[in-house]
């Protein structure tokens, strides 16, 4: 099992930027693939940037604006978000225990943290 506790969400204006990090504990052998998500209100939920082995992947509505990192040490991950606008207003979710696959799928992933809430005004 794995435990993920997602933070450092909040409200800021248009054009600011919030760092959210997911700690994970537990069985961290099943973390080395892991994702950040958002869920807006009557929409799906959907992938925003995936780290891994290898080279990192993001969502296009992420690119240039967002940053995933990873903290081996400290069984963390980060999403750095910069110029964030209204639409990136959702619940934003850690995800970890993906086989392989699609890493925008949220079914792929075992794991999940309980998310924490960015909310971006005009």
């Known amino acids: 099992q794995v435990q993920l506790v997602e933070s450092g969400g909040g409200s800021v204006q248009t054009g600011g930027s919030l760092r959210l990090s997911c700690a994970a504990s537990?069985?961290?052998?099943?973390?080395?693939?892991m994702a950040w998500f958002r869920q807006a209100p009557g929409k799906a939920r959907e992938g925003v940037a995936y780290?891994?082995?290898?080279?990192?992947a993001y969502a296009d509505s992420a690119k240039g604006r967002f940053t995933i990192s990873q903290d081996s040490a400290k069984n963390t991950v980060y999403l750095q978000m910069n110029g964030l606008t209204p639409g990136d207003t959702a619940m934003y979710y850690c995800?970890?225990?993906?086989?392989?696959?699609?890493?925008?799928?949220?079914?792929?992933?075992?794991?999940w943290g309980q998310g924490t809430q960015v909310t971006v005004s005009s």
């Open positions: 537990g069985a961290t052998y099943s973390t080395n693939y």
């Open positions: 995800a970890a225990g993906f086989p392989g696959g699609r890493w925008y799928d949220p079914a792929r992933y075992q794991y």
């Open positions: 780290t891994g082995p290898g080279t990192p």
